[in-house]
């Protein structure tokens, strides 16, 4: 299980009794905007089963819970994802609405980035985002990342930005 601590999150592998908060993040109007929708108990049920199973070698999902607590404020991912036919290692994150605004996503958004250079030795991330996904356009600016293509993903056309290993 992969654990990342920052100032004030710890990013973590949600474990199967995670389930209740993963369906609250999941069902926030907030934290799926910009998403392919809200999922519901079952649909939450699945995607902790097979995030679970695809964890490895430090990528794959990871619950975000602020230092000292046991909310589970949000999730992020680093995961390969498949655009235009290539496989790019992707930065996503998802906050929950009553927690957006505090710079959890920026944060977690750095710790992957660190995690993914210096842990794993990856040689870049993306972040892939909807272009009327502005909040989102500047967390990744944060992260050090520039739009460098349109790309698509499970037949949506979106903004491809990325950043290189220093």
């Not at 920052?6 to 934290?31: Q, Y």
């Not at 695809?54 to 498949?82: P, T, W």
């Not at 290692?89 to 996503?105: F, L, M, S």
């Amino acid at each position: 299980m992969t654990r990342i601590e920052t100032e004030r999150l710890i990013l973590r592998t949600p474990e199967a009794d995670d389930l209740d908060e993963v369906v609250r993040v999941f069902s926030d109007d907030g934290a799926m905007q910009y998403s392919f929708g809200k999922r519901d108990r079952a649909e939450s049920t699945v995607w902790l089963e097979q995030t679970r199973e695809i964890s490895v070698e430090g990528m794959g999902a990871f619950g975000v819970f602020e230092r000292g607590g046991e909310e589970m404020v949000g999730v992020c991912i680093l995961k390969d994802q498949e655009v235009d036919g290539d496989f790019l290692p992707e930065i996503g994150y998802r906050i929950k609405t009553d927690h957006q605004g505090k710079g959890y996503a920026t944060e977690a958004a750095r710790a992957l980035r660190v995690h993914a250079f210096e842990t794993i030795g990856l040689d870049f991330v993306v972040s892939l985002i909807v272009s009327e996904n502005e909040p989102s356009q500047r967390v990744a600016v944060k992260n050090g990342m520039t739009r460098v293509r349109r790309g698509t993903f499970k037949g949506l056309e979106l903004d491809v930005w990325s950043v290189d290993r220093p």
